[in-house]
């Protein structure tokens, strides 16, 4: 049984955020209307978070794309009231739209502010849901929604795999979007507990690193850090 | 469709009546076919993945397409397209937005005013009115009143524009710049060009670059094609592939790429030149430069003495009393050591190249800055070398028609705005909103007096929003799209793809209209275009190309190692042996390109006067002559060689009026580059990775520093004022800025649509300064004030 994780190389990421964009149009996510959008209503499933540190001349401004981390031990599983949200026995954690009653315990218990909640009806100006990816369901208002590593691209891989006769999903066959688009091929996706896959040989890498490690989630995403030569002129 | 009981019986009885008569009536079947189908949710149609290309800059990346029952899905990189292999900015990524935008303009259409309402009409009608015009004012001899502003700036349409142009009758074609045409016109005067009436291109070899000394440009924004350079980018830094390439940013505002490179070093507004001088320095004073090239292929490096006797300054010793670090430091704001310490890594090893200055369609740069950066190449002796920087013949579509000569093609805007000086009566905008967004409202004024304005935006936008007359073409994805080498790219390629989707609407692709339009215009035009539609056109063009002896189709990464072996022991096995096969492939596999077009030898002969790369340009001070009426013979002032030998000028002036601390800097932010993606919601959701205004609004980017100094909080609507003129925008913080500077986006919320906001333009603002040799427009970089709304 596969265990999906992603590595982002920080080295890599060119802050494009075409990550962001490649998942809205995959996963069905609404774009706002300008007045909701300046409210920061914006869903966006994975996004990138500049991280500031220092100030001038000795300033440096770190970018992080941050999907769902897919925990290990999540912290929205926990606390869901009816089980709209769990975490499969390939460890990613679902979101079940059918079963949400818009609690949004999950959002507040998120550490990484990864879970939207939908508060409207989402809107399409028409023709616009002409390009409705087929493969993802629309949600309604009032439920939470989240980075789901393009699920319903694992279950299409998986058929193909049944369709030829094979036991298992083969080596890059099942990549969610945002891994997809990376121009810099700044992101890796694949089984973690596989120690001949990419995504295992970089999580060992010594440059890598979990976010928020010390709450104990367990998160299946692994940063690596920025190269040696990083740094700012005075 | 949904069957109830009773049709279904209707039809089953339809279809069950015509096979007892001996001929099943098709109507019925399929009638039936129709009925029975499911609900669209479950059966939504055939996948199928296609390829296209993007047209939303002039990089123009190859993509995939997934379409599912005739419905464009998803956009994404095409593996097997060499210039972004896989990846996509997210630009690539909105097509579907652009696609099914509601905005979309589908039908032709024209209005006696702009602030009438439209009629929709027919091409015929609609086209012909235009083509009556045109008849007009040839027939008064007046065809230079009829101007086109292009954002395509490659590729066969562009071609088919500019000819169209000319064979019409005028002169006035403008394009978008390339961004590139400062530096190239620097290494044209420098290192000098074939005169053999061939187009040449300036392209760097990036990808083999080992430092890169990177003088303001916005690599990682609105640079050459983002997609490759993002690539390129993840190549650098790829453990993999070895020892890591260190990129150097210089620049004051902290862009994305200065955040995201290897050292950012914040030179002051407009010291690009010194800074570049100042390392020239070290490695002349260091002894650290390539002596054998500088020796044996350069000139004016040491003192020199002209014909006439009269005795001349070499860059060695220009460089030596000039640009001394006090100076040079005194100038950039920073430190000695630090130009020491890199000047010494970019001597250090092979592959070095600086790169720059950042241009923009408002701000073209400074050829004296342009000069002084490619003079660092030369004494690196990384012209024509691997990772180096060369200028090659532009290669691209051919346009296979008997005379081929086009308009000139211009890319300055103030060579348009003198033309708008002259009352035009036609202006055709094809693509062309970066031009909208560079007016200010004294030439939107000009516009509004030009009596028939035609836009061709597929969807409303700031051109459809002037026009009177619509010939709205298709997205990339609906029409045959090419590529061709974007600019920069160090290889020859073309590439052509078949339609993904049917044209939406009554919409047709521009290069069609321009042949139907040519065809009305003059009937004798008809032998001129023979062709009924593009495909054609493109199967012409594709024969003239299947006779090139060198290139390959496109293939997988695997399949480039491998050529690039067989061209270094000197074979060439070509993919094709005929006009046909050339053409299928071409179709099949996406395009075609030669992955040895880059030479990778030093270069050791240039088309200069003197036959060597040139310190002093020859070229240059014969055109200054010129332009200052100085005799060949006349010796002038001893000031002289200061304006040929690379140097620094101020461009702003040393005292600011009292309260215009700030120094705003214009740039195109990678959402808006080229212009044209203001009404793209999910484009406007992710307009700056930095934290603060959450797009739809227009913005200027603040250090942390001066706005805590002013009581600006992030997100805070402020006045920005110039000498001429003020404007509003939202505040972004950024930690780390370096105070003093100001960044402002080029592009903003959309204009025209359904989520139109009017906003002034930033060009409102802007106090263009001029170059003082070339005499036009090089920076806006502009003295504000800022205070609270």
């Known amino acids: 049984m596969a265990r999906w994780g992603m590595v982002i190389d920080l080295d890599k990421c060119t802050a494009c955020q075409s990550c962001v964009v490649a998942c809205q149009v995959e996963n069905n996510v609404p774009s706002m209307t300008p007045e909701e959008s300046l409210k920061g209503r914006n869903i966006s499933w994975i996004k990138v978070v500049p991280f500031p540190e220092g100030s001038f001349p000795e300033a440096k401004i770190r970018f992080l794309p941050l999907p769902c981390m897919h925990c290990d031990d999540p912290p929205c599983v926990t606390v869901c009231p009816v089980d709209a949200t769990n975490i499969n026995e390939e460890g990613i954690v679902r979101q079940i739209f059918a079963r949400c009653i818009g609690c949004r315990y999950c959002t507040t218990a998120c550490p ?67 891994v997809e688009s990376c121009g810099p091929k700044a992101m890796y996706f694949g089984d973690l507990d596989d120690p001949n896959s990419e995504v295992s040989d970089l999580s060992r890498s010594p440059r890598a690193f979990r976010l928020l490690e010390e709450l104990g989630t367990r998160p299946k995403v692994i940063y690596l850090a920025e190269g040696e030569r990083s740094g700012t002129t005075g | ?79 097997i397209y060499p210039v972004n292999r896989d990846g996509i900015c997210p630009r690539g990524q909105t097509l579907t937005q652009l696609i099914y935008h509601p905005d979309r303009i589908l039908a032709p259409a024209h209005r006696s005013a702009i602030d009438q309402p439209w009629e929709t009409s027919s091409w015929d009608q609609t086209l012909e009115s235009l083509a009556s015009t045109l008849r007009r004012l040839r027939g008064a001899d ?183 670090l006090s100076r040079v430091s005194e100038i950039t704001g920073i430190s000695s050591e630090t130009i020491v310490r890199i000047a010494r890594e970019f001597a250090a090893q092979p592959g070095s190249i600086a790169i720059g200055p950042q241009q923009s369609p408002v701000q073209p740069g400074r050829l004296s800055d342009a000069m002084a950066i490619q003079a660092l190449n030369a004494l690196v002796g990384s012209i024509g070398t691997r990772g180096g920087v060369s200028l090659i013949p532009e290669f691209g579509w051919p346009l296979p028609v008997a005379d081929g000569n086009e308009t000139m093609r211009t890319a300055s805007l103030d060579g348009l705005v003198a033309v708008l000086d002259q009352s035009p009566e036609v202006l055709i905008l094809d693509q062309a ?79 069609e209209t321009l042949l139907a339009l040519a065809r009305m215009t003059d009937p004798a035009l008809e032998s001129v275009y023979p062709w009924k539609d593009m495909e054609s056109l493109y199967r012409a063009s594709a024969n003239e190309l299947s006779r090139r002896e060198n290139g390959y189709l496109f293939g997988t990464q695997v399949d480039e190692q491998w050529q690039r072996m067989l061209e270094r022991s000197g074979w060439w096995n070509p993919d094709w042996t005929s006009e046909d096969e050339f053409w299928d492939g071409l179709v099949n596999k996406g395009g075609w390109w030669d992955p040895a077009t880059w030479v990778s030898e030093p270069q050791h002969s240039f088309q200069t006067v003197s036959g060597k790369f040139e310190f002093f340009s020859q070229r240059l001070e014969a055109l200054l002559r010129e332009k200052g009426g100085i005799q060949p013979g006349l010796q002038p002032s001893v000031e002289w060689d200061r304006q040929i030998l690379p140097h620094h000028a101020d461009i702003l002036p040393d005292n600011a009026p009292e309260g215009f601390e700030w120094t705003l800097d214009p740039y195109e932010p990678l959402v808006f580059f080229g212009g044209a993606s203001r009404q793209i ?109």
């Open chain 1, 112 to 178: 990484y502010t990864v879970r939207y909640f939908n508060w409207y009806e989402p809107i399409w100006p028409q023709p616009m849901e002409q390009a409705h990816n087929p493969d993802v369901s629309v949600r309604p208002k009032g439920v939470v929604e989240k980075c789901t590593f393009c699920h319903h691209r694992l279950q299409k891989a998986r058929a193909n795999a049944i369709a030829e006769d094979r036991a298992v999903v083969a080596p890059g066959e099942y990549t969610p979007a945002c």
């Open chain 2, 1 to 79: 469709m949904r069957l109830g009981r009773r049709e279904f019986i209707t039809l089953a009885g339809g279809v069950a009546g015509g096979a007892a008569l001996g001929r099943v009536s098709l109507r019925g079947i399929s009638r039936l076919n129709e009925a029975l189908e499911p609900p669209s949710a479950l059966y939504p149609g055939e996948e199928q993945w296609l390829r296209s290309i993007c047209s939303l800059c002039s990089g123009g990346c190859g993509l995939k397409v997934r379409t599912v029952g005739g419905r464009v899905i998803k956009v994404d990189g095409n593996p």
């Open chain 2, 142 to 324: 007046q065809q230079n009143r009829v101007l086109m502003v292009s954002g395509r700036s490659r590729g066969l349409t562009s071609k088919l524009c500019s000819h169209f142009l000319s064979s019409y009758g005028s002169n006035h074609f403008f394009e978008l710049p390339s961004g590139m045409e400062t530096s190239q016109r620097a290494l044209e005067f420098m290192a000098g060009i074939p005169n053999d009436g061939k187009a040449y291109r300036m392209a760097y070899d990036l990808e083999n670059s080992r430092y890169i000394l990177n003088f303001g440009c916005d690599l990682l924004e609105g640079w050459g094609t983002p997609a490759h350079t993002m690539r390129l980018f993840g190549q650098w830094r790829d453990i993999k592939r070895g020892r890591r390439t260190t990129l150097i940013h210089f620049g004051p505002r902290l862009s994305v790429t200065a955040a995201r490179s290897d050292e950012w070093v914040p030179v002051e507004v407009g010291t690009l030149g010194a800074m570049a001088l100042g390392i020239a320095f070290v490695l002349i004073s260091e002894d650290l430069y390539n002596r054998s090239f500088v020796e044996s292929f350069s000139f004016g490096f040491e003192d020199w003495t002209d014909r006439s006797g009269q005795a001349h300054m070499g860059f060695r010793r220009w460089v030596r009393e000039e640009y001394r």
């Open chain 2, 433 to 511: 909103a970066w031009f909208i967004d560079s007016l200010d409202d004294a030439h939107l004024d000009m516009l509004n007096r030009i009596p028939l304005i035609v836009s061709t935006s597929p969807v409303e936008d700031a051109t459809s929003k002037l026009a009177t007359l619509l010939l709205p073409d298709c997205t990339s994805l609906e029409s045959w799209t090419d590529g061709q080498s974007p600019s920069a790219y160090p290889y020859d390629l073309i590439a052509l793809t078949p339609p993904v989707i049917p044209p939406r609407g009554d919409s047709r692709p521009w290069g």
């Open chain 2, 681 to 789: 919601p999910f484009l406007q959701q992710i307009t700056s990775p930095y934290s603060g205004p959450r797009g739809w609004r227009s913005w200027i980017e603040m250090s942390a520093e001066d706005a805590h100094r002013m009581g600006i909080e992030e997100d805070e609507t402020v006045w920005v004022e110039s000498a001429r003129s003020r404007i509003q925008r939202r505040v972004r913080i950024l930690e780390g800025g370096k105070p003093g500077i100001v960044g402002a986006p080029l592009g903003g919320a959309p204009t025209t649509g359904r989520w139109a906001r009017v906003e002034s333009t930033l060009a409102e603002i802007l106090v263009p300064i001029s170059d003082p040799y070339l005499g036009v427009r090089s920076h806006a970089t502009t003295r504000v004030k800022i205070y609270k709304a």
